[in-house]
């Protein structure tokens, strides 16, 4: 556990090149980590506590996903109210520590997850202005797909680690929010970004993986979707009174 905030690195052993660079980042921004060995989705059951990962999940996003399930489960049982979770393809902001501390202290009560890392393409709504000035958290009309830095509630853990069958790659089941009634909030302009030159420890999948042909596999059905769309209406709702 960091001495300021709490916080897991998720790494593969395989990958020294990128705990090297992360650890340079974190140590100029004074952020300790603890780091998580990831965990490898090959030859892994997939039944696991209670989840059931689809056949048609590839065997690195069982794998992240798992990582990022254990560093919840982790969190909890050392009785943490939240935490910081990076994977380790990222950089870090050289002043993000008041930040994550000012996110925590300013969000609004519920919160569940605070987006750090994403890419924005969709339009977002101001809900709190963070003391230091220049960040804002903002509510999305489009939940992003991102799990690169983010920071969850325990409540928000508890949430993530209901047992389910889990259809998806983790990252989009953040963008399907609606369906564990996730309070989803993110931080602008964002203090952790991906780095395109590490290539992706999930791996690539084949033709016949390809995302376009399993989207209809994991999508939500049209009356979940439907539901959706009424759920983050008033979830913006809320937030523009909030603001």
Same mark, same amino acid.
């Given at each position: ?142 939940? #992003? *797909? ?6 969850? !509630?325990?409540? $928000? ?8 069958? =889990? +259809? ?22 964002? #203090? *952790? ?6 290539? !992706?420890?999930? $791996? ?8 376009? =042909? +399993? ?29």
């Amino acid at each position: 556990m960091s001495a300021v905030f709490p916080c897991f690195l998720i790494n593969l052993d395989t990958s020294v090149d990128r705990l090297a660079y992360v650890s340079q980042q974190a140590e100029a921004a004074k952020l300790t980590f603890e780091r998580f060995n990831a965990v490898r989705g090959k030859g892994m059951a997939r039944s696991v506590n209670g989840d059931v990962f689809a056949e048609h999940l590839t065997d690195g996003e069982v794998g992240c996903y798992m990582s990022h399930l254990s560093c919840m489960r982790l969190m909890l049982e050392r009785g943490w109210p939240y935490a910081l979770i990076l994977e380790d393809d990222i950089s870090i902001e050289a002043g993000i520590v008041p930040l994550l501390c000012e996110a925590v202290a300013s969000a609004p009560l519920g919160w569940d997850y605070i987006h750090l890392s994403s890419v924005v393409k969709n339009r977002t709504y101001p809900v709190v202005t963070l003391p230091s000035g220049g960040r804002t958290l903002v509510a999305y009309s489009r939940l #992003p *797909v991102n799990t690169a830095g983010y920071i969850i !509630s325990a409540a $928000g853990a508890e949430k993530f680690l209901r047992p389910d069958k =889990r +259809l998806c790659p983790i990252d989009m089941e953040i963008r399907y929010g609606w369906r564990r009634n996730f309070n989803i909030y993110g931080m602008l302009p964002a #203090p *952790v970004r991906q780095r395109p030159e590490f290539d !992706s420890d999930i $791996g690539h999948r084949s033709r016949k993986q390809s995302l376009s =042909r +399993l989207r209809h596999r994991w999508e939500p059905s049209v009356w979940s979707r439907l539901y959706g769309v009424i759920w983050q209406t008033v979830k913006l709702s809320a937030a523009r009174r909030i603001r």
